[in-house]
């Protein structure tokens, strides 16, 4: 059972809904999600989904790629990538090839974020035309948040973070981590930018824990955006966006 809680309290402009367990939140959101893509489907003939990596939205996925919607006029398009060949560990793009893009959902066009050049910055504008091909605003948009208040790949002080944010930027960014905890690999990253997401129809943070609601807390208090770069959606009173939490 879903609890609406009011997050003024938290000086947000969003709302959470709190669920006793993970497979109410994923069956909530998953209805949500199609009904946002059965009306893009009306409205304009093709609808469009933003996807993000990681174990939490793996069983959103599976059911989604079930649903019998029209899945070749969906485009799906990954909200961020390391930079890491497809198929090896880290790689959104496997992750959203091996959940979503199967069944009834594996004729959805799909628009990933990595190619072959050496580093997210000399592909920026390879993958900003290539999705530039989505429909866009987008119809339904899946994220999650890290203890650390990044959302997609906008880690804390992250060289590149300012292209990833601001209002002028381009669909997509090249994004360095410098975190500690984010190590080899995956500190090269691609990913929409906060541009890319205006006029977003339904947009979707899915966290569950305590320390999630603690960060979510955390970030509704007074700080930098870019301290905490989640507060670029949880500020934004333009953005639909409505939060599922589970303990």
Known sequence: MA????????????AMQVFDEKAA????LKGAIEARLREGLARRGRASLVVSGG???????????????????????LADERWVEPGLTGSNESLIR?????????AAR?????????????????????????IRPFDAVVLGMGQDG?????????????????????LVAAIRAKRSDVT?????????????????HFVALLISGEDKRATLRTASGPGRVDAMPVRALLRDPALDLQIYWWP
């Not at 939140?25 to 909530?28: P, R, V």
């Not at 990044?150 to 973070?161: K, Q, V």
């Open 184 to 200: 080899g690999p995956f500190t090269e990253r691609m990913t929409l930018t906060r541009a890319a997401l205006d006029g977003a």
């Open 3 to 14: 609890t609406a809680f009011n997050m003024s309290s938290l000086g947000l402009v969003t």
């Open 110 to 134: 799909f628009f990933a974020l990595k190619t072959p050049a050496a580093s997210p910055s000399e592909a920026v504008q390879t993958v900003s035309e290539r999705i530039a091909g989505a």
């Open 150 to 170: 990044h959302t997609l790949s906008w880690f804390p002080d992250a060289e590149g973070l300012g292209d990833a944010l601001s209002a002028d930027a381009g």
């Open 25 to 28: 939140a994923i069956a909530s």
């Open 98 to 106: 091996q959940t979503l893009l199967v069944n009834r959902a594996q």
């Open 55 to 77: 174990s939490t939205p793996a069983p959103l996925y599976d059911a989604l790629s079930r649903t019998d919607l029209d899945w070749s006029k969906v485009d799906v398009v």
